[in-house]
């Protein structure tokens, strides 16, 4: 595969997954940024990035001279909407400048959602053209 890749999210449960496929697809380098323990990733090959989201300067650094950005991070439970969109909105929104300050050649960087941000859907897949009708608070700051 040969690329660096720079991965938010990787200690949970679809990061951690990813991080696995990217191992076994041989890529170079994952760089996961994580705020807490990271023992889902302690026996794997990977370097861990210690922050958060609203740390702009961790992200510049840990951004630079990647080929690709994973971003999984996200936080399902919160007592207020306010919290939500900070962790998930704001969040993206920070991740989103650092790219651009720290990699502005990258031509895509991935975002996962939630279902719950797509809400009821006529259709039988749920594509990027799909109307969002979110079904929660958790939604609507994944919207």
Not at 18 to 27: P, S, W
Not at 62 to 71: E, F, Q, R, T
Not at 77 to 90: D, G, I, K, L
Not at 92 to 106: D, K, S, W
């Amino acid at each position: 595969m040969n690329k660096t890749v720079f991965v938010t999210g990787g200690t949970g449960f679809v990061g951690s997954h990813l991080v696995e496929e990217l191992l076994r697809r041989d890529t170079d380098e994952i760089r996961c940024l994580v705020r807490t323990d990271p023992k889902w990733l302690a026996d794997l090959d990977v370097t861990t990035v210690r922050g958060d989201l609203s740390d702009v300067e961790v992200l510049w650094t840990a951004l630079d001279g990647v080929d690709a950005v994973y971003h999984v991070a996200g936080r399902t439970r919160a007592p207020t909407e306010e919290e939500f969109y900070e962790a998930n909105v704001q969040a993206t929104l920070n991740l989103m400048g650092a790219v651009q300050h720290a990699a502005p050649e990258l031509d895509r960087v991935l975002v996962t959602s939630s279902l719950a941000a797509v809400g009821r859907c006529e259709q039988d897949v749920a594509t990027e053209s799909v109307p969002l009708q979110p079904v929660s608070m958790y939604g609507r700051s994944k919207a």
